[in-house]
């Protein structure tokens, strides 16, 4: 079972940045790849960015985040993160992040989820 815990989130105007942590509770945390979703209102649940098991050296972003956004992890501390740079209204969502035990883009890949933290852009 894993535990994960999204904090970060926040108000903040166009162009601004803002970093999301996703802390997990299990020591076995490394061997998890990780990924970052988001939830508009009245929208379905999509793809932002994933990260490969252990190394973090293979990456993944969504089309509409990439050059902006970052993923990254520190398996010492158990914690995953998004850079978020450029913000846009239209990154306006819940964030959520889950544990996987693949590498994946699809929602459907991932077993375990946080409570998600809710970050807006105003224009």
């Known amino acids: 079972q894993v535990q994960l815990v999204e904090s970060g989130g926040g108000l903040v105007k166009a162009g601004d940045s803002l970093r999301l942590s996703c802390a997990a509770s299990?020591?076995?945390?490394?061997?998890?790849?990780m990924g970052w979703f988001r939830q508009a209102p009245g929208k379905e649940r999509e793809f932002v960015a994933a990260?490969?098991?252990?190394?973090?050296?293979?990456?993944a972003y969504a089309d509409s985040v990439k050059g902006r956004f970052t993923i990254s992890r520190d398996n010492a501390k158990n914690t995953v993160y998004l850079q978020m740079h450029s913000l846009k209204p239209e990154d306006t969502a819940v964030y959520y992040c889950?544990?996987?035990?693949?590498?994946?883009?699809?929602?459907?890949?991932?077993?375990?989820w946080g409570q998600g933290t809710q970050v807006t852009v105003s224009s």
């Open positions: 299990a020591s076995t945390f490394g061997s998890y790849a």
């Open positions: 990260i490969i098991s252990w190394s973090g050296s293979i990456t």
């Open positions: 889950g544990a996987a035990t693949l590498f994946s883009r699809s929602v459907l890949d991932y077993s375990y």
